[in-house]
């Protein structure tokens, strides 16, 4: 397997046994039952760690992306993606969904929440997880071929240091009219900076050299809606709640899916 993760301390290669991660500068990380390993280290992260990776958000974003309702996106990334010629790592992986559906040999998945690690760990253990943080990747330069991110952070200073050369980075986010069926009315202050996001989601990350929209309507059954409530950020916004009460309770519903799917290189 190639060397790929990197000490947290001292940015040394982590040399892995089935018990271990070490570094020649004599820090050791214990492999935990799961197989993965905790390479966040204290003060690492900043304030504004994302909330919404509960075990109550893991197990509603389990259900409902194992029952196929985004398989248009993990197509489109698995298109994107391609058949890289060495290690991919989807980054803030959750439960570990996109990696699932990614036919990559050397896989690696990194997300902050432990408690999504673990339960990525048990879905594929052929697949090398770590708790870590975005902003910091426990991974050495030029090490990986392919970075994926997938709703979530996406900090292409810190993916493009990782890459190889020729290596390139993929990232799904969301466009203007992403699950606009579930978003509250918002007012003031909140409708402003709202707007001004949709806005911002109007166009592919301005780092992106390629990108493609993906746009499909799904429609959910009442408990499939309220999962994807409980997987989204938008449970988060006041009065959001409601909407999603009202919608599940009329029956049937249909909500847009769209996104951005962008590369720092064309497929
Ligand atoms: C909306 S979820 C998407 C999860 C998964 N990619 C999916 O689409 O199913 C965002 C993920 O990013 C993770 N995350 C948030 N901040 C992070 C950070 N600073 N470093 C690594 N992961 C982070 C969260 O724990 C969460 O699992
Ligand atoms: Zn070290």
Redesign the pocket.
């Known amino acids: 397997m190639t060397a790929v993760l990197a000490c947290p301390h001292c940015a040394l290669p982590l040399q892995l046994t089935d018990v271990v991660a070490s570094c020649a500068g004599g820090h050791s990380f214990d492999r935990a039952r799961g197989g993965y390993f905790n390479l966040l280290v204290g003060g690492r992260?900043?304030p504004t760690?994302?909330p919404?990776?509960t075990p109550d958000a893991?197990a509603a974003?389990r259900r409902f992306?194992g029952a196929g309702h985004?398989a248009p996106v993990a197509v489109a990334l698995a298109e994107a993606v391609g058949a890289p010629d060495g290690p991919l790592l989807?980054?803030?992986?959750?439960?570990?969904?996109?990696l699932s559906q990614l036919s990559v040999a050397e896989r690696f998945g990194?997300?902050?929440?432990k408690a999504?690690v673990q339960m990525a760990s048990r879905l594929l253990p052929a697949v090398q997880f770590v708790v870590?943080?975005?902003?910091r990747l426990p991974v050495l330069p030029d090490s990986v071929a392919v970075v994926t991110?997938?709703?979530?952070?996406h900090p292409f200073d810190e993916f493009s240091r990782v890459l190889r050369p020729g290596g390139r980075w993929v990232a799904?986010t969301p466009g203007p009219l992403h699950l606009r069926e579930l978003r509250p009315p918002l007012q003031g202050e909140s409708e402003r900076k709202d707007a001004e996001r949709l806005a911002r989601r109007a166009a592919a990350p301005p780092e992106a050299a390629w990108s493609r929209r993906e746009q499909f309507q799904l429609v959910l059954t009442a408990d499939a809606l309220t999962d994807l409530f409980h997987?989204?950020?938008i449970r988060w916004q006041s009065g959001s709640a409601p909407v999603v009460a009202a919608a599940a309770a009329s029956g049937a519903t249909s909500v847009t899916v769209d996104v951005w799917l962008s590369a720092s290189s064309a497929p």
């Open positions: 992260l900043g760690v994302t919404g990776d893991l974003r992306l985004y989807d980054v803030g992986c959750g439960e570990g969904y996109y990194l997300d902050v929440s999504a870590g943080s975005a902003y991110s997938v709703f979530a952070p799904v997987m989204t950020p």
